[in-house]
């Protein structure tokens, strides 16, 4: 079993920056991929960005060059650093645990592959 923790979610203003974090807890926590998803109620739960045990990150297309996930070194805590935010990247933030694999060598992230989730972040941009 794997446990998830996300904070530092907020509100803040078209333009602006913020930075979540998602502490993993559990058994072989270092032997998973980890990574950030997003979802509105709108909107399909999507993949932002994700890392794998190797090392291997991977970004949604609309966040490239604006958010920044980074690990630190016990591979427990992963951070997702926001710049640039705007509206739309309003949404209630997960973070999610999958087993190593399901990120490198792929172009996209796919959701399903992940199955331990948090319980989420909110995350509001005002314009």
């Known amino acids: 079993q794997v446990q998830l923790v996300e904070s530092g979610g907020g509100s803040v203003q078209s333009g602006g920056s913020l930075r979540l974090s998602c502490a993993a807890s559990g058994d072989s926590i270092n032997t998973y991929a980890l990574g950030w998803f997003r979802q509105t109620p709108e909107k399909e739960r999507e993949g932002v960005a994700a890392?794998?045990?190797?090392?291997?990150?991977i970004y949604a297309d609309s966040v490239k060059g604006r958010f920044a996930l980074s690990q630190n070194n016990g591979n427990n805590i992963i951070y997702l650093e926001m710049n640039r935010l705007k509206p739309d990247d309003t949404a209630l933030y997960y973070c999610?645990?999958?087993?190593?694999?399901?990120?490198?060598?792929?172009?996209?992230?796919?959701?399903?592959?992940?199955?331990?989730w948090g319980h989420g972040t909110q995350v509001t941009v005002s314009s």
């Open positions: 999610a645990a999958g087993p190593a694999g399901v990120v490198a060598g792929l172009q996209r992230i796919v959701v399903d592959s992940f199955f331990f």
């Open positions: 890392i794998d045990t190797d090392g291997t990150t």
